[in-house]
């Protein structure tokens, strides 16, 4: 055989050998996206993490803030419409997972909590009192460390998953919610939160109205 088609053949050879011994990377997770939909609606888009058990998504009109708490957001959601949005104006956004040990479940009206707390840093002694004008009171013991808050959620009647309902500060023991109409008859419990690492900053400018 020639030496230049063994030269040829040998590198064929080598790709193959090496294309069968090694699996191809894997796809790179999709990032954190805004799309404008209409001139004042504005998609967001991010990849699922496993290990998260939900998201912060926050707003701002300026790149370096203040940012504002837009929405805690359930861990199966990957998608956000911020709509009716103030025309011909900046929106930056960022995204961030979040975690953290949660409380026994409670029901209004049933004051023993089923379920034991995750872990000895989880909300402890969880109880709802009803209160006037279909508000609820809830009170909890605080046996967490550099929390970043306390995150209420909500199994509502008939819905099998716990989502985000209302937020309270670091240290805090206590705080209300105002029911809205079929949601009597939830469940509730309450997360210590700790916060992932922020995603990059995205911005979209909105158009004219």
């Not at 069968?20 to 991010?46: D, E, I, K, M, Q």
């Not at 990957?78 to 953290?100: C, K, M, N, V």
């Not at 670091?170 to 916060?195: D, H, I, K, V, W």
Request: with cysteine.
């Amino acid at each position: 055989m020639p030496t230049a088609a063994r030269t040829a053949l040998a590198a064929l050879l080598t790709a193959t050998l090496v294309g069968c011994g090694t699996a191809p990377p894997p796809p790179a997770a999709p990032a954190f996206t805004a799309t404008l939909t209409s001139p004042t609606n504005v998609v967001l888009h991010w990849p699922a993490d496993p290990a998260a058990a939900g998201y912060l998504l926050e707003y701002a009109n300026a790149a370096g803030g203040p940012w504002t708490a837009l929405q805690y957001l359930p861990p199966g959601q990957t998608s956000y419409t911020h709509p009716d949005l103030i025309p011909e104006t900046p929106f930056y956004y960022r995204i961030r997972s979040f975690a953290g040990p949660v409380s026994a479940t409670v029901t209004a009206g049933n004051t023993a909590p089923s379920g034991a707390a995750a872990a000895q840093s989880a909300p402890a002694d969880l109880a709802v009192t009803p209160a006037p004008d279909q508000n609820l009171h809830f009170t909890w013991t605080d046996r967490s460390t550099g929390e970043a808050g306390f995150l209420l959620e909500i199994r509502r009647p008939g819905t099998p998953d716990f989502v985000p309902v209302e937020v309270a500060d670091p240290n805090a023991t206590q705080c209300a919610l105002s029911l809205l109409p079929g949601e009597q008859g939830s469940a509730f419990r309450l997360r210590a939160l700790s916060y992932g690492p922020l995603s990059p900053v995205v911005e979209r400018t909105t158009g004219k109205d």
